[in-house]
């Protein structure tokens, strides 16, 4: 079993940067292949990026985040982040981030998954 809990969201202005943080209990999160997702109003929830278990070795993004966003984990503190630059109003959203037991799981299947932190860009 594992919890989540993301933290980091805010306002920001177009061209800024924020970074999420998401903190996962239990002693096995290096087992664990981790992503952030994010649903906008009225839109379905979207992949943004994922990262393998232990090393973190396998990172994939959304194409609209290349290049901007950064995803990457801290298995001493439990904890990936997702590092978001040049942020546009069309990354405001309500950003996930998700856990599976398993090596990778890109845009795939998650078993467990945070709270939400809202993200919001003014132009």
């Known amino acids: 079993q594992v919890q989540l809990v993301e933290f980091g969201g805010g306002l920001v202005q177009a061209g800024g940067s924020l970074r999420l943080s998401c903190a996962a209990s239990g002693r096995t999160f290096n087992n664990y292949a981790m992503g952030w997702f994010r649903q906008a109003p009225g839109k379905e929830r979207e992949f943004v990026a994922a990262i393998s278990w232990s090393s973190g070795r396998t990172t994939d993004y959304e194409d609209s985040v290349k290049g901007r966003f950064t995803i990457s984990r801290d298995n001493a503190k439990n904890t990936v982040y997702l590092q978001m630059n040049s942020l546009k109003p069309e990354d405001t959203a309500v950003y996930y981030c998700?856990?599976?037991?398993?090596?990778?799981?890109?845009?795939?299947?998650?078993?467990?998954w945070g709270q939400g932190t809202q993200v919001t860009v003014s132009s």
């Open positions: 998700a856990a599976h037991h398993t090596y990778y799981s890109g845009n795939g299947r998650y078993d467990y």
